[in-house]
């Protein structure tokens, strides 16, 4: 009997199509081994025995951290470097060499349990980035266990060909198997889009979907799959009729890519000659490449906070300079926006240092910890000013609630001028610098922080999710969370029309610019700069090609003048029709994440 086809739905991570069969990856969880008694005569050969395997494990570790940074870049190789500094931890190793001694029991007993009582202590945390740490932990555990002998947890494989690798979670040692060229696609049931996993999944560009919650019930060895990294879709023993449909719409999307190429140089602009500015978002040095080949204009969004995680000190002024440094001389003559450290909430870079609060993201993040600790705030400032000598480098505060903090950043920031240009550096005064929108009350008062600010850059992902009080992380009211809600609409215009009074340019940064269909509102509300994932941006620029001013600025109205959000929707489907029938966009891949979200 054939098994009935099966949708689930996640987050997409890396787009583009993957038909195959599933390779189901070991399922993680608390590591169980036997217990065993050791003579005392043993402990000692015990004990070499582990150690033993502690220093393979570190010799693996290092092999594979040089074979992604040969293949990918030292910045992905990195995720690995967390794993190494366990293996020298003393609470960690020099602990379970002490219990084999003191409690003579099998060191991979011990190991384990001491592995297990460090994922309790994360795992009651509560904090999304410390929690994901527990896959660091989990594939120390299996390494050294293999390296024992007495576990097997394959973190390498041999895979046939169009392998889909389907799992729980990735652990970094398996997530080192995407680099090989039989595996297609990816969908995890857990996860997110600054997972380990994701980050090599992106540089990769593996169609990926994470957070597809239920997949390993119902999924088996070697059944047919579909990743959809476009709509965030995986399909488990697809119809004859999916499969003909997906096939048609890979060779589509693989054509279309062709297609885009040859937009590359072409400027984002109407037909009749409105010109839009598509930056990328990026997280490392290492991804300006890919800005290139996708065609972004610079970078719209330099998100600093992961200089800071998985380390276990602050990085110093130098350290961060030499990294702005390389962004800013590589995407010159293009801008770079540094967006100062937004962590709290969701991530923090250090476990001692996080602050125990009720309600993260309200409490004390982004600025507002930046302004309370300025030991870690200076130092980034100094390096983000030195970085700009071609004075291509602009700086973004992220968080900003109204005029008084505002003034507060700008005061610490000529202060620093003044004592950078002190100590003889070239630090140019007029670099500029501005304000996030993402919380209501900066939207509310944009015409007042205009006044203030050298530009806006509205971050959507936040300013809905405060806006509509719908966590983004909650699958239970994800369905709440909805870009095309009026109030969010009405607080995007508000913005625009306040820089626009007071002269500044204002840009998008949140996953709305992405989106083709609704990039096209942001144009026609008077948005002039759009920042996505580099792969988003041909897609983006393919659209605004097709349309003039004129006709956003009309759609937008129509919008506007729409009373419910399914109404706003309907709107939007006849546009696209209007884009497929009229202008000859290609829905199938151009915009099936815009018709995916007006489902």
């Given at each position: 009997?054939?098994?009935?086809?099966?949708i689930?739905?996640?987050?997409?991570?890396?787009p583009?199509?993957?038909?195959?069969?599933?390779?189901?990856?070991?399922?993680?969880?608390?590591?169980?081994?036997?217990q065993?008694?050791?003579p005392?005569h043993?402990v000692?050969?015990?004990?070499?025995?582990f150690?033993?395997a502690?220093?393979?494990?570190?010799?693996?570790?290092?092999?594979l951290?040089?074979?992604?940074?040969?293949?990918?870049d030292?910045?992905?190789?990195?995720i690995?470097?967390?794993?190494l500094?366990l293996?020298?931890?003393?609470?960690?190793?020099?602990?379970?060499?002490?219990?084999i001694?003191?409690?003579?029991?099998?060191?991979?007993?011990?190991?384990?349990?001491r592995?297990?009582?460090?994922l309790?202590?994360?795992?009651?945390?509560?904090?999304?980035?410390l929690?994901?740490?527990?896959?660091?932990?989990q594939?120390?555990?299996?390494?050294v266990?293999?390296?024992?002998?007495?576990?097997?947890?394959?973190?390498?494989?041999?895979?046939?060909?169009?392998?889909?690798?389907v799992?729980?979670?990735?652990?970094?040692?398996?997530?080192?198997?995407?680099l090989?060229?039989?595996?297609?696609?990816?969908a995890?049931e857990?996860?997110?889009?600054?997972s380990?996993t994701a980050?090599?999944?992106?540089?990769?560009?593996i169609p990926?979907?994470?957070?597809v919650?239920?997949?390993?019930?119902?999924?088996?060895?070697?059944a047919?799959?579909?990743?959809d990294?476009?709509?965030?879709?995986?399909?488990?023993?697809?119809?004859?009729?999916?499969?003909?449909?997906?096939?048609?719409?890979?060779?589509?999307?693989?054509?279309?890519?062709?297609?885009?190429?040859e937009?590359?140089?072409l400027?984002?602009?109407?037909?009749?000659?409105?010109?839009?500015?598509?930056?990328?978002?990026?997280?490392?040095?290492?991804?300006?490449s890919?800005?290139?080949?996708?065609g972004?204009?610079?970078?719209?969004?330099?998100r600093?906070?992961?200089i800071?995680?998985?380390r276990?000190?602050?990085?110093?002024?130098?350290?961060?300079?030499q990294?702005?440094?390389?962004?800013?001389?590589?995407?010159?003559p293009?801008?770079?926006?540094?967006?100062?450290?937004?962590?709290?909430?969701?991530?923090?870079?250090?476990?001692?240092a996080?602050p125990r609060?009720?309600n993260?993201?309200?409490g004390?993040?982004?600025v507002r910890?930046c302004?309370?600790?300025?030991?870690?705030?200076?130092?980034?400032?100094?390096?983000?000013?030195?970085?700009?000598?071609?004075?291509n480098?602009?700086?973004?505060?992220?968080?900003?609630?109204?005029?008084?903090?505002?003034?507060?950043?700008?005061?610490?920031?000529?202060?620093?001028?003044?004592?950078?240009?002190?100590e003889?550096?070239?630090?140019d005064?007029?670099?500029?610098?501005?304000?996030?929108?993402?919380?209501p009350?900066?939207a509310?008062?944009?015409?007042?922080l205009?006044?203030e600010?050298?530009?806006?850059?509205?971050?959507?992902?936040?300013?809905?999710?405060?806006?509509?009080a719908?966590?983004?992380g909650?699958?239970?009211?994800?369905?709440?969370?909805e870009?095309?809600?009026?109030s969010?609409?009405?607080?995007l215009?508000?913005?625009?029309?306040?820089?626009?009074?007071?002269?500044?340019?204002?840009?998008?940064?949140?996953e709305?610019?992405?989106?083709?269909?609704?990039a096209l509102?942001?144009?026609?509300?008077g948005?002039?700069?759009?920042?996505?994932?580099?792969?988003?941006?041909?897609?983006v620029?393919?659209?605004m090609?097709a349309?003039?001013l004129?006709?956003?600025?009309?759609l937008?109205?129509?919008?506007?003048?729409?009373?419910?959000?399914?109404?706003?929707?309907s709107?939007?489907k006849?546009?696209?029709?209007?884009?497929?029938?009229?202008?000859?966009?290609?829905?199938?891949e151009?915009?099936?994440?815009s018709?995916?979200?007006?489902?």
């Amino acid at each position: 009997m054939i098994p009935e086809e099966k949708i689930l739905h996640g987050i997409p991570v890396a787009p583009g199509i993957a038909i195959g069969r599933a390779y189901v990856c070991a399922a993680l969880g608390t590591i169980r081994t036997e217990q065993r008694e050791i003579p005392l005569h043993e402990v000692a050969t015990e004990i070499e025995r582990f150690l033993r395997a502690v220093e393979e494990s570190k010799r693996q570790l290092i092999t594979l951290r040089e074979q992604v940074a040969k293949e990918l870049d030292e910045k992905h190789a990195e995720i690995y470097t967390p794993q190494l500094a366990l293996l020298d931890d003393a609470d960690l190793i020099d602990a379970t060499v002490e219990t084999i001694r003191s409690e003579q029991k099998n060191a991979e007993y011990l190991f384990a349990r001491r592995i297990n009582e460090f994922l309790d202590q994360l795992r009651k945390l509560d904090d999304g980035f410390l929690v994901g740490r527990e896959t660091d932990f989990q594939d120390v555990a299996w390494r050294v266990l293999n390296n024992l002998g007495r576990q097997q947890h394959a973190t390498h494989a041999t895979f046939g060909p169009d392998t889909v690798l389907v799992g729980h979670d990735l652990l970094p040692s398996q997530s080192a198997n995407l680099l090989k060229e039989h595996v297609v696609g990816l969908a995890l049931e857990k996860g997110g889009p600054t997972s380990h996993t994701a980050i090599i999944a992106k540089a990769t560009e593996i169609p990926t979907v994470v957070g597809v919650e239920g997949i390993m019930q119902v999924v088996r060895e070697g059944a047919p799959v579909i990743v959809d990294g476009v709509a965030g879709k995986v399909i488990l023993f697809p119809s004859q009729e999916t499969y003909a449909r997906y096939l048609a719409r890979q060779s589509e999307f693989q054509q279309l890519e062709r297609e885009l190429e040859e937009l590359r140089d072409l400027a984002a602009e109407t037909l009749d000659g409105y010109s839009i500015t598509l930056r990328a978002n990026i997280e490392f040095p290492e991804e300006i490449s890919h800005i290139k080949l996708h065609g972004a204009r610079g970078v719209g969004l330099f998100r600093t906070e992961f200089i800071f995680l998985n380390r276990e000190r602050l990085p110093n002024e130098e350290e961060q300079y030499q990294i702005y440094k390389q962004v800013a001389e590589r995407v010159f003559p293009d801008t770079v926006i540094f967006r100062t450290l937004d962590v709290g909430g969701d991530k923090f870079f250090a476990a001692s240092a996080r602050p125990r609060e009720l309600n993260p993201f309200m409490g004390l993040r982004a600025v507002r910890l930046c302004l309370k600790h300025e030991e870690i705030f200076r130092p980034q400032l100094r390096a983000m000013l030195r970085a700009n000598a071609l004075g291509n480098a602009k700086i973004l505060i992220p968080m900003i609630s109204g005029v008084e903090e505002f003034r507060q950043v700008k005061q610490l920031i000529s202060t620093v001028i003044e004592e950078l240009r002190g100590e003889g550096y070239q630090i140019d005064h007029s670099v500029e610098i501005g304000a996030m929108v993402e919380i209501p009350s900066a939207a509310i008062l944009a015409d007042e922080l205009a006044r203030e600010c050298d530009f806006f850059s509205i971050g959507t992902n936040d300013l809905i999710q405060y806006t509509l009080a719908v966590d983004r992380g909650n699958s239970s009211v994800a369905y709440l969370y909805e870009p095309l809600h009026l109030s969010v609409l009405r607080l995007l215009r508000m913005t625009v029309k306040a820089a626009e009074d007071a002269g500044i340019k204002v840009s998008v940064c949140g996953e709305a610019a992405a989106d083709p269909l609704y990039a096209l509102i942001l144009a026609g509300l008077g948005v002039h700069e759009l920042s996505m994932s580099a792969v988003n941006v041909p897609a983006v620029k393919r659209v605004m090609r097709a349309v003039t001013l004129q006709e956003l600025r009309a759609l937008v109205e129509e919008i506007f003048n729409a009373s419910t959000i399914s109404e706003r929707k309907s709107v939007l489907k006849t546009f696209l029709d209007f884009l497929v029938r009229e202008r000859g966009v290609p829905a199938g891949e151009i915009l099936s994440a815009s018709i995916a979200h007006l489902e």
